[in-house]
């Protein structure tokens, strides 16, 4: 199983990035939640956001409501995260994450996570 994301790179502040997870030897479309979490320098892997496998849901967390948008397209095996309006704290490695499940507190928690991607780095200078 490999999830590849990739988008992201350095922007001013207020700028847009739309970052792509693309995942193979996944059973993509078979109930597997596709989640972005991101991690700064010395912080703790956070939440950032979810999409349900049938995209009945969305979950976002607190601070990417109203810029962050997460979609999925399961005929292309990849999930995508539109960020708009960034800022320099949202500067970060976003990684994006697979599993099964449905609710939001289950898919928030990192380390219930098995298939990870490497990561794309998001940088916005102010």
């Known amino acids: 199983v490999q999830l590849q994301a990739s988008g992201g790179g350095l922007v001013q502040a207020g700028g847009s990035l739309r970052l792509s997870c693309t995942a193979s030897?996944?059973?993509?479309?078979?109930?597997?939640?596709m989640t972005w979490f991101r991690q700064a320098p010395g912080k703790e892997r956070e939440f950032v956001g979810a999409?349900?496998?049938?995209?009945?849901?969305?979950y976002y967390a607190d601070f990417a409501k109203g810029r962050f948008s997460i979609s999925r397209d399961n005929t292309a095996n990849t999930v995508y995260l539109r960020m708009n309006r960034l800022k320099p704290e949202d500067t970060a490695v976003y990684h994006c994450?697979?599993?099964?499940?449905?609710?939001?507190?289950?898919?928030?928690?990192?380390?219930?996570?098995?298939?990870w991607g490497r990561g794309t780095q998001v940088t916005v200078s102010s």
């Open positions: 994450a697979a599993r099964e499940g449905t609710t939001r507190s289950y898919l928030e928690q990192a380390f219930r996570y098995v298939y």
């Open positions: 030897g996944l059973p993509f479309a078979s109930r597997y939640a």
């Open positions: 999409v349900t496998w049938d995209l009945r849901a969305t």
